[in-house]
């Protein structure tokens, strides 16, 4: 029996490697793409939908194979000690049961003339949100960047153009290198997403941004399918990765052709229930009707019942990169049915316990204490 492979060979795509190669015909399409009108190019790819939506692994529109992996570590860990329950550092601060971020990736001048409408709206119902642009790709006005800043958001960078070429090779990577840390610094951002989602998990720690947001945890309909298999952030040597954890609204929009929210609430919803990371890329660029805007308003109605229903946290991307950071510093002391965190930044943190309910297994987070 062979051994089973580790948690990295998931988040890290490795799976790929042997059966994740794109298919000879979405390959062909990807290379007539820039030859072909633009309605050809959503035909095809609403045809091919239906082949990449029953995709094996990774399951689409959720892929519970780490949540259920985790579970059993944990089970495992309670059957070895002999012990009732075991104690662990909670996943988010303050005793939060779950995280969501909102993310916009720009793509155009459309975009950009919807920026601040979309920042409005969010305000409205209580969210701040990411704004990633293309450094070199369309014109930036004066000032858009820091009033982005004041409004509560933050800056990304998504990339220099958005030619889908940044990982075509090592060349290509290297050469551009120095543009995206230069952008970096110049637009004070600590988070990147690359054009279209293409991604390398071995070449990305190199962005040397706080954290990245390129790997779906499944998404069968990208240039890139396939995914972590995370709804949980995770490192790339320094760097933390926040997966995107709901279909992308160009996908639910044009490609799946929904008009309804339903494929985001109902994947928020397992996302809750498991405590992970929402993360949803919104395009202002195809927030261009008032129909997609009343949509965006429901999802964000809807994100705000549940943070107060379910206790969920909702942050800046770059908050929950420094937060995941710190977590990695933090462990448990035990002493007897007792526990303590300790480490840089344990006031923030709770308490987790794992513990059996019958066959499943139950976490109890412990509140954290009010500090004075």
Same mark, same amino acid.
């Given at each position: 029996?062979?051994?089973?492979?580790?948690?990295?060979?998931?988040?890290?795509?490795?799976?790929?490697?042997?059966?994740?190669?794109?298919?000879?015909?979405?390959?062909?399409?990807?290379?007539?793409?820039?030859?072909?009108?633009?309605?050809?190019?959503?035909?095809?790819?609403?045809?091919?939908?239906?082949?990449?939506?029953?995709?094996?692994?990774?399951?689409?529109?959720?892929?519970?194979?780490?949540?259920?992996?985790?579970?059993?570590?944990?089970?495992?860990?309670?059957?070895?000690?002999?012990?009732?329950?075991?104690?662990?550092?909670?996943?988010?601060?303050?005793?939060?049961?779950?995280?969501?971020?909102?993310?916009?990736?720009?793509?155009?001048?459309?975009?950009?003339?919807?920026?601040?409408?979309?920042?409005?709206?969010?305000?409205?119902?209580?969210?701040?949100?990411?704004?990633?642009?293309? *450094? !070199? %790709?369309?014109?930036?006005?004066?000032?858009?960047? #820091?009033?982005? &800043?004041? +409004?509560?958001?933050?800056?990304? $960078?998504?990339?220099?153009?958005?030619?889908?070429?940044?990982?075509?090779?090592?060349?290509?990577?290297?050469?551009?290198?120095?543009?995206?840390?230069?952008?970096? *610094? !110049? %637009?004070?951002?600590?988070?990147?997403?690359?054009? #279209?989602?293409? &991604?390398? +998990?071995?070449?990305?720690?190199? $962005?040397?941004?706080?954290y990245d947001t390129s790997f779906p945890d499944t998404d069968p309909f990208e240039p890139q399918a396939g995914g972590c298999c995370s709804i949980l952030p995770f490192f790339l040597g320094e760097m933390v990765e926040?997966?995107?954890?709901?279909?992308?609204?160009?996908?639910?929009?044009?490609?799946?052709?929904?008009?309804?929210?339903?494929?985001?609430?109902?994947?928020?919803?397992?996302?809750?229930?498991?405590?992970?990371?929402?993360?949803?890329?919104?395009?202002?660029?195809?927030?261009?009707?008032?129909?997609?805007?009343?949509?965006?308003?429901?999802?964000?109605?809807?994100?705000?019942?549940?943070?107060?229903?379910?206790?969920?946290?909702?942050?800046?991307?770059?908050?929950?990169?420094?937060?995941?950071?710190?977590?990695?510093?933090?462990?448990?002391?035990?002493?007897?049915?007792?526990?303590?965190?300790?480490?840089?930044?344990?006031?923030?943190?709770?308490?987790?316990?794992?513990?059996?309910?019958?066959?499943?297994?139950?976490?109890?987070?412990?509140?954290?204490?009010?500090?004075?």
């Amino acid at each position: 029996m062979g051994v089973a492979p580790d948690d990295s060979h998931y988040l890290e795509e490795r799976y790929r490697e042997t059966g994740g190669r794109r298919s000879l015909p979405l390959s062909a399409y990807y290379a007539l793409k820039p030859l072909l009108p633009r309605r050809l190019q959503i035909a095809m790819r609403r045809r091919y939908a239906k082949r990449q939506a029953r995709t094996e692994f990774p399951r689409w529109p959720v892929e519970p194979l780490l949540v259920d992996r985790r579970r059993e570590e944990l089970r495992a860990e309670l059957d070895r000690r002999g012990v009732a329950r075991i104690p662990t550092v909670a996943d988010w601060p303050e005793g939060k049961r779950f995280a969501a971020i909102l993310t916009h990736d720009v793509e155009g001048p459309a975009g950009v003339g919807n920026v601040r409408k979309i920042i409005e709206i969010e305000r409205r119902h209580g969210f701040v949100s990411s704004w990633n642009f293309v *450094a !070199e %790709w369309y014109p930036i006005p004066d000032g858009l960047l #820091a009033e982005v &800043r004041a +409004a509560g958001c933050e800056v990304g $960078l998504h990339g220099i153009k958005h030619d889908c070429k940044l990982f075509e090779s090592r060349a290509r990577f290297e050469s551009e290198l120095p543009a995206i840390h230069r952008y970096l *610094a !110049e %637009w004070d951002a600590v988070g990147f997403r690359s054009p #279209a989602t293409h &991604r390398n +998990a071995d070449w990305m720690p190199e $962005l040397e941004s706080l954290y990245d947001t390129s790997f779906p945890d499944t998404d069968p309909f990208e240039p890139q399918a396939g995914g972590c298999c995370s709804i949980l952030p995770f490192f790339l040597g320094e760097m933390v990765e926040l997966p995107i954890t709901l279909v992308q609204d160009h996908t639910l929009w044009e490609i799946l052709r929904q008009d309804s929210i339903d494929l985001w609430t109902q994947k928020c919803d397992w996302l809750i229930a498991n405590g992970g990371l929402i993360n949803p890329i919104v395009h202002p660029d195809y927030l261009d009707t008032p129909a997609r805007l009343h949509m965006y308003e429901e999802f964000l109605e809807y994100l705000a019942e549940r943070r107060e229903e379910r206790d969920g946290w909702h942050a800046l991307p770059r908050e929950v990169a420094e937060w995941w950071r710190t977590r990695a510093g933090l462990r448990c002391v035990e002493g007897g049915e007792e526990a303590r965190i300790v480490g840089e930044g344990a006031e923030r943190a709770a308490l987790a316990w794992a513990c059996r309910d019958g066959e499943e297994l139950a976490i109890e987070l412990e509140p954290v204490p009010a500090t004075a």
